[in-house]
């Protein structure tokens, strides 16, 4: 296996090669969770790393749940629209896939800067004191609203010229804690049995896939 070989990925993208930066939280958008110039300069150096892959670090789907201050958020409007162009400019000019890494914190968004703090069930995290609080559980209607939000994300993502996303269902992020039964205790269709829990994440799967 040579390295430096393109790449054919089973969701049919083709790498350049085999190297790829993975997602790492910048924390550089501004207090509005648009892309800064601080940030747009870094994956200006990234696009030069000869890696075939980049990803982006932790993008929010929704500006009122933010897993850290100065999150950067895909909400398609107007004055986002260019600063993403920008960022993914530098990797498409020399052949580089781009993709935003998509995630909802659930009950790890911070109390300081979140307006919803949401999960699967009612819960919190208790690790660190006073910095997250009590999530409520989501509503049926609330579910759909954020399969939605990814969704949304993606065709934007697809506009701004990213060449695939990554759906964060990791680091114990709201779609691992409907994976988990632990933080997924709900008696209905998205809980119980491991069929339920994937079930919101399989539904983002889909949604997504049919837009890019």
């Known amino acids: 296996m040579n390295i430096y070989e393109e790449f054919k990925l089973p969701c049919g993208a083709i790498l350049p090669n085999r190297l790829a930066k993975s997602a790492m939280s910048e924390q550089l958008g501004n207090l509005k969770n648009i892309p800064t110039k601080e940030l747009i300069n870094l994956y200006r150096v990234w696009a030069t790393s000869g890696a075939g892959l980049v990803i982006t670090g932790n993008i929010m789907v929704n500006k009122d749940s933010l897993g850290e201050p100065r999150n950067v958020v895909i909400n398609g409007n107007e004055s986002e629209s260019e600063k993403f162009k920008d960022l993914v400019s ?56 954020i399969i939605k939000d990814f969704t949304t ?33 709900r008696k209905d269709k998205w809980g119980g049995s491991i069929e339920n829990r994937s079930r919101f994440l399989i539904e983002i799967i889909k949604k997504t896939s049919e837009i890019l």
């Not at 781009?98 to 009612?122: C, D, E, M, T, Y």
């Not at 010229?161 to 933080?183: D, K, R």
């Open 90 to 145: 530098h990797s498409i000019k020399v052949g580089q896939h781009i993709w935003p890494q998509l995630n909802h914190p659930g009950r790890q968004a911070l109390k300081a800067v979140s307006k919803k703090i949401v999960a699967p069930s009612v819960s919190k995290v208790t690790l660190v004191p006073g910095m997250f609080g009590e999530a409520k559980e989501l509503t049926e209607n609330e579910i759909q609203d």
């Open 153 to 185: 994300s993606a065709q934007y993502s697809k506009e701004f010229g990213f060449t695939g996303v990554q759906i964060h269902a990791a680091h114990g992020y709201l779609i691992s804690q409907f994976l988990s039964p632990l933080t997924n205790k």
